[in-house]
């Protein structure tokens, strides 16, 4: 898969199926129901030992925020308002 370049169409494919959020509260209510996706469970396994591996390697830069462990858009704001205080 990796070496080709492609990825299996069951990959993309998942069942909504929908949760009741309070049994006491009309169960056809749409309001009484949240939606999940169940995915096929080779594309998670794939998608996480894939990801550890990319981990292995991937050196992110000090200025990048996002998909950083440990770092959110609530750092980018306090830099963003460091930057302008010292303007």
Do not use: W
């Not at 069951?10 to 009741?20: A, M, S, T, Y």
């Not at 309070?22 to 990801?51: E, G, M």
């Amino acid at each position: 898969m990796i070496n080709y370049n492609i990825m299996p169409s069951n990959f993309n494919i998942g069942v909504v199926k929908r949760i009741i959020k309070d049994n006491q509260k009309d169960h056809n209510d749409i309001n009484n129901l949240r939606p999940i996706n169940i995915s096929d469970t080779f594309a998670l396994i794939f998608d996480k030992v894939l990801f550890k591996e990319i981990n292995k390697n991937y050196k992110p830069k000090t200025k990048q925020f996002d998909f950083k462990d440990g770092s959110s858009c609530i750092h980018a704001l306090l830099a963003l308002k460091e930057l302008i205080d010292i303007i």
